[in-house]
């Protein structure tokens, strides 16, 4: 008792308070809120910071079996769309019938980038489902991918006709996304 007299705190040893043993509720607490928010968010929306800027300056040789290749120099002039896509992609599958009926109806040109694939599953591919795409790019080292900001496939631009990347979708196409988002975006653009 004497030390605590002598160091100024006049309190029993056992009765000092412990707000260094608070610290990790606190920080429990402050991660629990931050994780809680994040389940409120949409992973679609992940804003691409490309948005507004020309596309990344690129030439990608023909899917095999294809006769046209993908460039920058091919996205300027009119409103088109950029898919990115891989056959070993169970959400490609998924979104390839979208893909065919708006390449039917001929609103937009789409042009795919075939993303870090096989050229003969490339090819077998397209053969089998179909090919929606006017130019497909082989970007079998995923490098141009990398460079437009690609985090997985699918994922989906529109490009305006000044070649500036105006959105961008990630995960396969619903149509309810066409119906919503995707088509009122291009119905804007086309019509600027």
Not at 73 to 82: I, K
């Amino acid at each position: 008792m004497t030390e605590n007299i002598i160091a100024g705190d006049a309190r029993a040893p056992g009765n000092r308070p412990r707000l260094a043993g608070y610290i990790p509720l606190l920080v429990f607490l402050v991660m629990a809120v931050f994780f809680a928010i994040g389940l409120t968010m949409n992973p679609r929306d992940i804003p691409s910071p490309l948005i507004g800027k020309p596309v990344p300056e690129f030439r990608l040789p023909p899917v095999q079996g294809r006769t046209l290749g993908l460039a920058s120099a091919d996205l300027r002039g009119q409103v088109s769309m950029v898919n990115v896509f891989a056959s070993w992609c169970v959400a490609c599958r998924e979104e390839h019938p979208v893909l065919m009926g708006l390449q039917q109806k001929g609103i937009v040109p789409i042009h795919g980038l075939n993303y870090k694939d096989k050229p003969d599953d490339a090819q077998a591919w397209l053969d089998q489902l179909g090919d929606p795409y006017t130019r497909t790019g082989a970007d079998i080292s995923g490098r141009v991918a990398i460079d437009w900001g690609v985090y997985g496939v699918p994922e989906t631009f529109i490009i305006d006709r000044d070649g500036r990347i105006a959105h961008k979708h990630i995960g396969a196409i619903t149509p309810e996304a066409l119906r919503k988002t995707i088509m009122p975006i291009i119905d804007k653009l086309q019509k600027s």
